[in-house]
């Protein structure tokens, strides 16, 4: 549901510099590319790639806590391959201490 959406977007995005009007763009989006998929019924594992895919172009922050409930994290090795999925480059890389 649309706010079950917004709910946990918010909330991964909970101090972040991430607006209420942004996480609003992000469900409606998502929403137009189900709309242009024409499906009736969504997965929850595709609408969770599609935050996730979201979140990345956005905060690391809330991409890692988004993913770290969505993809039920087990321990810090988790949070760092997450991190890790944000290398584009060696110089990019967050070094983790």
Known sequence: SKSK???G???AS?????????IELIVEAIEMQLHQKNVREVNSSVLGEMVLEQLKEISEVA???????????????????????F????SQLATVR
């Open 5 to 7: 959406l917004l709910n």
């Open 63 to 85: 991409y890692v806590r988004f993913a770290s409930v969505y993809r039920k994290f087990h321990g810090i090795h988790d949070f760092v391959q997450a991190l890790e999925s």
């Open 87 to 90: 290398k584009t480059d060696k």
């Open 9 to 11: 977007i918010s909330r």
């Open 14 to 22: 909970e101090k972040t510099s991430i607006s209420a009007e942004k």
